[in-house]
C-alpha cells in the first residue's frame, strides 16, 4: 500500500515536472505574436506623430532663431537684404502637429496660403529662407531644398585653362615679350576675348558660359596665371561693387575670394566694368588665394554657392546658373 501510495506520488510529480518543462505551444507563440502585432498597430501611429511633432518644434525653433540673427544685423549694421536658410528635420510635407504656427508674432494658418510674410509649407527634408527687406519686413520661405551642384547641368569636368591654352594667345604674348595679359570677358569687342568664346562654346555646358570671367597674370608661368570667375553680371552690377569669385591657378587649386568690381575705359573699345581692379603682380595675386584650397572646381562651386546663403552676397543669390 505504501509503495502504491509512494509510485502515484513519483508520477504526479513527474507529470508537474515535464509539464514546467515543455515550453509554449506552437498555437501559443503564435497567439503572442498576434497580440504583439495588434499592439504594435496600436502604439506605432501615435509614436510616428510624437517623433514628427519633436522634429517641427526643432524647426520652428531653429527659424525663429535665424529671426533672431536677422533682427540683431538689422538692428546694428541697419543692414537690408538678409537671407538665412534653415535646413528641415521634419520627414513629412506640411505641418502635422500645429496649426496655427507662430513664429516673431507672426500666426499662420495652413487655410491662409501665402502671405506678405509668410510663403509655402514645409517639405519634408527641405529648407525655410528668412529673409529681411527694409520695405516688407520679415519673409519666411518654406519649400524644397536648395539645388546642389548634382542638379545642375554645368560640365565640372571641363579644362577651364585649357579653353585658353587652345586659343593660341598665350605663345602669341610669349613671342611679344609681353609680361601681364588681362582677358575679361566684358571687353566684348576685344579679339582674344572672341577666340576664348568659340573655345567655350566648344567646351557644352562650361561654367564660363555664365555670369563674368577673365584670365589675368603671367602668359609664360602657370604659377602666376589665374582664372578669375563669378556668376554675378560686372555690367550689371556696375562700378565699385564687392562680389564673390572663385579663383583657379593654372598651375592647380580653387580658391574662394572677393573682388571689387573696376571701370574700363580701352582705347578704341567700349567701356565695360572689369571683374577686379588692375593686378600688377604676383604679389597682388596673394590677396585672393588666402583661403581654402580646394582640389576641384565641383568642390569650389559648392562652397561658392553657400555664400549666398548666408546673408552678404543675398542680392545676388539669383544670379547662380539654373
Not at 110 to 135: F, H, L, M, R
Not at 304 to 317: D, H, I, R
Request: with cysteine; net charge positive.
Amino acid at each position: 500500500m505504501i509503495k502504491k501510495k509512494y509510485k502515484q506520488r513519483k508520477m504526479i510529480l513527474s507529470e508537474i515536472y515535464n509539464t514546467k518543462n515543455r515550453g509554449f505551444t506552437l498555437v501559443e507563440l503564435i497567439i503572442v505574436v498576434a497580440i504583439m502585432g495588434v499592439l504594435i498597430a496600436i502604439l506605432a501611429p501615435a509614436y510616428a506623430r510624437h517623433v514628427e511633432k519633436s522634429r517641427e518644434t526643432v524647426d520652428i525653433a531653429n527659424v525663429r532663431s535665424a529671426y533672431e540673427e536677422i533682427m540683431a544685423e538689422v538692428m546694428d549694421e541697419d543692414a537690408s537684404n538678409i537671407v538665412k536658410v534653415v535646413k528641415l528635420k521634419q520627414k513629412r510635407n506640411d505641418w502635422q502637429a500645429f496649426d496655427p504656427v507662430v513664429i516673431a508674432g507672426k500666426t499662420h494658418y495652413k487655410s491662409q496660403g501665402d502671405t506678405d510674410n509668410w510663403k509655402g509649407i514645409p517639405v519634408a527634408n527641405g529648407e525655410c529662407e528668412v529673409s529681411y527687406n527694409a520695405s516688407t519686413g520679415i519673409f519666411f520661405d518654406w519649400k524644397g531644398a536648395g539645388k546642389d551642384t548634382s542638379d545642375t547641368t554645368i560640365d565640372f569636368n571641363g579644362n577651364l585653362h585649357g579653353v585658353l591654352n587652345r586659343t593660341g594667345i598665350l605663345s602669341e604674348l610669349t613671342n611679344q615679350s609681353i609680361k601681364r595679359f588681362e582677358i575679361d570677358s566684358k571687353c566684348s569687342d576685344s579679339n582674344m576675348v572672341n577666340k576664348v568664346n568659340k573655345e567655350i562654346k566648344a567646351e557644352g555646358n562650361s561654367l564660363l558660359q555664365y555670369g563674368t570671367w577673365a584670365y589675368l597674370g603671367s602668359p609664360s608661368k602657370d604659377s602666376s596665371r589665374y582664372l578669375f570667375w563669378t556668376s554675378v553680371d560686372t555690367d550689371q552690377v556696375g562700378a565699385g561693387k564687392k562680389i564673390p569669385v572663385i579663383v583657379s591657378k593654372a598651375d592647380g587649386g580653387f580658391y574662394i575670394s572677393e573682388t571689387t568690381t573696376a571701370y574700363r575705359n580701352p582705347k578704341d573699345k567700349k567701356n565695360y566694368v572689369a571683374i577686379a581692379d588692375h593686378i600688377y603682380n604676383d604679389y597682388g595675386f596673394q590677396t585672393y588665394t588666402k583661403g581654402e584650397k580646394y582640389g576641384t572646381l565641383k568642390e569650389a562651386y559648392e562652397a561658392y554657392s553657400k555664400l549666398f546663403k548666408e546673408g552678404k552676397y543675398a542680392e545676388y543669390k539669383d544670379t547662380l546658373p539654373k
